[in-house]
């Protein structure tokens, strides 16, 4: 418990700081706490702290918590790959999507929101260092992407969510923070009508840049948790 609540502090901190130095409202950043691989207990314990956000990557494992947890209001934010056959408990279950990056997952989505919920909160997934190995819209697709899943119904388009190539520079980092918020200025003048108020980017080793460049939620793991251990961890 105390080290939750002092690793909580920190982090606060952190951003704190990072915004005041970016001359930004601290408020303006909202903490993610990525619980992938943590047992309900330390969310539990997340939660007593005052975190009420919390992301998870895996279907099945965040199902589970989400069970586990469900007389905490928590907002459940899904940030990890999704197949086509998850789309269905992901728009039941979760508030946030961050990884979005193909019209068929949005439109599915949007179709299978439950009625008597909010719209989905939805960011789509730039592959902003253009790596092979990673998914997301490249920049030059994700004008057409935006424009197609602005007409969904039952989502709202929030925003951009990136993981960047990893450096240990902290001005190297900045680089494709800045492109981020280029592309997401791009397309609130391109679509004027939807509520895009949202950079999700850094994580534990870079959120200082990505405050710094404009993020509003940064999704943050270890510096919370501690290192993650996937030994006895199945993938779903
Ligand atoms: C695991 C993960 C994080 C958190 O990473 P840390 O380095 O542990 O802070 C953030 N975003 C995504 C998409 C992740 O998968």
Known sequence: MTQITDRLKNVHCQIDAAAIAAQRQ?????LLAVSKTRPAEELRQAWACGQQAFGE?????ALDKIEALQDLNIIWHFIGPIQS?????????????????????AQRLS?????????LNICLQVNISGENSKSGVLPADLPALAAAVATLSNIRLRGLMAIPASSDDPEQQRKPFAQMNHLLQSL???????????LSMGMSGDMEAAILEGATIVRIGTALFG?????????S
């Open 188 to 198: 609130q003048r391109q679509l004027p009508d939807q509520p895009l108020d949202t």
């Open 26 to 30: 601290p408020q303006a950043i909202k």
């Open 111 to 119: 179709d299978q929101r439950p009625v008597n919920l909010p719209p």
């Open 57 to 61: 990557n895996y279907l099945q494992e």
């Open 227 to 235: 290192p993650r251990d996937y030994s006895s961890h199945h993938q």
């Open 85 to 105: 056959n998850k789309t269905r408990a992901i728009a039941e279950n979760f508030s946030w999507v961050h990884s979005v990056d193909r019209f068929k997952i």
